[in-house]
């Protein structure tokens, strides 16, 4: 059997013309094309290429007013309305600290940029799409009624590039195995236990050369316990119920998008889990949930809890704590509702 033919700009206009109703990733995957190539077939119709770099977006972006940042990998979409401000750029990484806008990005995972625009009816969606080289995306910034259109447009002109090609070549981008270790269970315990902070977790894992899934398991359930993978749904209507902030995580391999604040409004849909709330929309999909964890690290404050759903790969698909404040102890309602959450049927009690 033959491997089928990558399709041209022309052959990916035409599906996507025949398929109307269908989910932009799920037309990528049907022709086996990245989703920057689906986007960069719209190239000088509905779609110009701009500059890929983090930094030059950030340098502009505060222009465009009040705006939905849209973040999301393979299993959960986070999107947050707000501004983008208070932004520090650098060239290893960049934060954004605004008060409903709230990102880590790291810039030299960004390759691809796109200006895009959509007719909706009548309505006319715009909108800046970012790319990392294998043609994932990494991040997305959609105007909204109260956007500064003029500003757009005036960002577009000043980002766009001289190559307007239909054309996209994806390059790879090598994931080196990292759970390959010879690390001990009390070497990885000792280096747990001296934990002072959440933000110094990577770097042990870095420094032991042990995956994050990999010494979540192998730790001990006095750091790590195994719950139910209905217990992110769980979770999610009891803080509902208590009125109690919490703080979501979605990351992919150029963004971190976070969101800080009590959530109102849980539905669920098919395989979908989403929260509906005025500024903070997620989508989760549950049936791509392998395993969930609690995880409890020390810090200055005392330990630190968050739930955590990783893929069937052992990627990390979202992420969450109670909110809380540095110098501030983790909140009792928060502990009270990690702890109440069923456990994994094959772990014991």
Avoid at 61 to 69: P, Q
Avoid at 143 to 148: A, F, G, V
Avoid at 156 to 183: G, H, Y
Avoid at 217 to 241: C, F, I, P, Q
């Amino acid at each position: 059997m033959t491997e089928q033919k990558r399709p041209a700009p022309a052959e990916i206009r035409a599906f996507r013309a025949d398929n109307p109703k269908m989910r932009e990733r799920d037309i990528a995957a049907r022709l086996k094309i990245s989703e920057a190539a689906l986007v960069a077939a719209e190239t000088d119709i509905s779609v110009t290429r701009i500059d890929g770099s983090a930094t030059k977006l950030l340098e502009r972006v505060e222009r465009l007013g009040e705006v939905m940042a849209l973040s999301r990998n393979e299993s959960a979409v986070h999107e947050k309305i707000g501004v983008f401000e208070n932004i520090k750029a650098g060239m290893q990484s960049a934060i954004v600290l605004g008060e409903n806008i709230d990102l880590r990005i790291f810039p030299s995972r960004w390759e691809h940029g796109f200006a895009v625009s959509k007719k909706d009816g009548d309505q006319e969606r715009l909108s800046l799409q970012y790319f990392d080289k294998a043609g994932n995306a990494v991040h997305k910034v959609h105007l909204r009624p109260n956007s500064n259109v003029e500003a757009y447009h005036a960002i577009v002109a000043e980002l766009k590039l001289e190559e307007q090609s239909q054309e996209f070549v994806e390059a790879e981008i090598s994931n080196a195995a990292d759970d390959a270790t010879d690390v001990s269970r009390d070497e990885l315990r000792d280096n747990w236990s001296k934990l002072t902070d959440t933000h110094e977790f990577f770097g042990m894992l870095k420094r032991l050369k042990i995956g994050r899934q990999a010494a979540i398991r192998s730790v001990g359930d006095d750091y790590a316990w195994k719950l139910d993978n209905a217990a992110t749904a769980e979770m999610m209507h009891a803080s509902v119920k208590s009125g109690l902030p919490i703080m979501c995580f979605v990351a992919n391999n150029g963004i971190v998008q976070i969101h800080s604040g009590p959530i109102f409004n849980v539905q669920a849909m098919g395989p979908w889990i989403n929260i509906m709330d005025p500024t903070f929309h997620l989508h989760l999909r549950q049936d791509h949930i392998a395993e969930t964890w609690a995880v409890r690290k020390p810090t200055k404050d005392g330990h630190v809890t968050s739930l955590e759903a990783y893929n069937a790969d052992g990627e990390m698909i979202i992420q969450f704590f109670g909110k809380r404040q540095d110098g501030v102890g983790e909140r009792t309602e928060w502990r009270e509702i990690i702890e109440s959450l069923p456990r994994a049927a094959n772990v014991a009690a």
